[in-house]
T-cell receptor, first 117, second 115 residues
């Protein structure tokens, strides 16, 4: 079974500062993927970034980067130069290998990020 | 660019009523999923489908049924609604190819209240 843990129910950051949102995972699969989604107050789920278990480099997408530490089973999201529009709920999710999970995602409970001016 | 469309967006039901939530995707995706989101719980998988005519149970399937008669549509049914099914329901889809790094594409959600 796959398990995702997000230990920060809420985080606060000042505009233009960087912030790290924590995510740890547990799986027995050798191949897996880690995803981060953003959910603004309007409710939609927006895909941000992906990291594969065999990727040697940390994933980056614009101001988003994923600090992947495989031995520690952590996949923290780093948002650089925070903007007011980054205020949202952030979910970490993982997918195991095809045979065991058929594409389904396992989600953490989320971290509510508030960016203040 | 419709992507994944969920109808309705909001609905209020009385306990014991039935209803069907519709999910339609125009991306020719093989895999489709229904999740529910409750405060403090993240998203939990209800049912999913890996192709037309196939469905399978997820983590929290009790009280729900699904059907996938056409590849583009995935229906979620509540036969006898209960207050515990008050939630926000999300549908998602993804292609079967290039499996590893494909994100799921989500609809905008259906907010359902059971009184």
């Amino acid at each position: 079974a796959q398990k995702i843990t997000q230990t920060q129910p809420g985080m606060f950051v000042q505009e233009k500062e960087a912030v790290t949102l924590d995510c740890t995972y547990d799986t027995s699969d050798q191949s897996y993927g880690l995803f981060w989604y953003k959910q603004p107050s309007s409710g939609e789920m927006i895909f941000l970034i992906y990291q594969g278990s065999y990727d040697e480099q940390n994933a980056t997408e614009g101001r988003y980067s994923l600090n992947f530490q495989k031995a520690r089973k952590s996949a923290n999201l780093v948002i650089s130069a925070s903007q007011l529009g980054d205020s949202a709920m952030y979910f970490c999710a993982m997918r195991g290998d095809r045979g065991s999970t058929l594409g389904r995602l396992y989600f953490g409970r989320g971290t509510q990020l508030t960016v203040w001016p | 660019n419709a992507g994944v469309t969920q109808t309705p967006k909001f609905r209020v039901l009385k306990t014991g009523q039935s209803m069907t939530l519709l999910c339609a995707q125009d991306m020719n995706h093989e895999y489709m999923y229904w999740y529910r989101q409750d405060p403090g719980m993240g998203l939990r998988l209800i049912h999913y489908s890996v192709g037309e005519g196939t469905t399978a149970k997820g983590e929290v399937p009790d009280g729900y049924n699904v059907s996938r008669l056409k590849k583009q549509n995935f229906l979620l049914g509540l036969e006898s609604a209960a207050p515990s099914q008050t939630s926000v329901y999300f549908c998602a889809s993804m292609p079967a190819t290039d499996f590893s790094n494909q994100p799921q594409h989500f609809g905008d959600g259906t907010r359902l209240s059971i009184l």
